[in-house]
């Protein structure tokens, strides 16, 4: 039995979340690999890469770049992803740790334990624009490039708000929702009888969760 892993991010950088996913080539069986990091506060793509292979190394490349580009303290983040061969790679483990990152495993077989990662690669592969498949891997890297330039500073995501993750992420979001409910507060003193109550802006939730915490039914005799 695995426990079942419980995550929690109050603000960027505490939690990221990791996955890989593969697309096809115009070449019968040969598949390009889309390593994705996610940070689990603000929705945003942290680090991405498109590879040939899926392994450790390329892994193990990815996260350390990425955790050095976001110049990550030992001791402030935990990478999360699932029970893949290059997630349970001893090089990956050990790098993680050299690094001072704690990391978390799904349980075997459970999607729902990386619901962000599954999430986003619906997202990518939903988009109308994404191609059936990928003439060459310098293809695969240019769309993947566009889309998460685009997913990090333009998509407006409903479980955040309806801010950009990017916005979020780099904590320019409340200034905005200020300047949204000065909007919406501006339309309801001119025009109340259009609305039933007073308009309230959509917020960034306090707390990210993976797995929150069943509520506690119990009461007392």
Not at 190 to 196: A, C, E, K, L, S
């Amino acid at each position: 039995r695995h426990a079942i892993p419980q995550l929690e991010a109050f603000a960027p950088n505490e939690v990221w979340t990791w996955d890989i996913t593969k697309v096809p080539s115009f070449v019968p069986s040969v598949f390009f690999y889309v390593f994705v990091v996610l940070d689990l506060f603000s929705r945003m793509v942290v680090g991405w890469m498109v590879a040939d292979a899926e392994n450790a190394e390329n892994a193990g490349h990815l996260l350390r770049e990425t955790i050095r580009r976001h110049g990550i303290e030992p001791g402030s983040l935990t990478v999360h992803s699932d029970r893949g061969s290059p997630m349970k790679a001893g090089t990956t483990t050990a790098l993680l740790t050299a690094l001072g990152v704690e990391y978390s495993f799904s349980r075997p077989r459970v999607s729902n334990d990386n619901p962000y990662s599954e999430s986003q690669f619906k997202t990518l592969k939903n988009t109308p624009r994404f191609p059936e498949r990928f003439a060459s891997l310098a293809h695969a890297r240019a769309f993947v490039d566009e889309f998460f330039e685009h997913y990090n500073h333009h998509h407006r995501h409903s479980g955040i708000g309806y801010h950009t993750p990017a916005s979020v992420h780099l904590g320019h979001h409340t200034t905005i929702r200020a300047h949204r409910q000065a909007v919406l507060d501006h339309a309801y003193a001119t025009q109340p009888h259009r609305f039933r109550r007073p308009p309230i802006a959509p917020a960034v939730p306090d707390i990210a969760w993976i797995n929150p915490p069943e509520p506690n039914l119990s009461q007392s005799a």
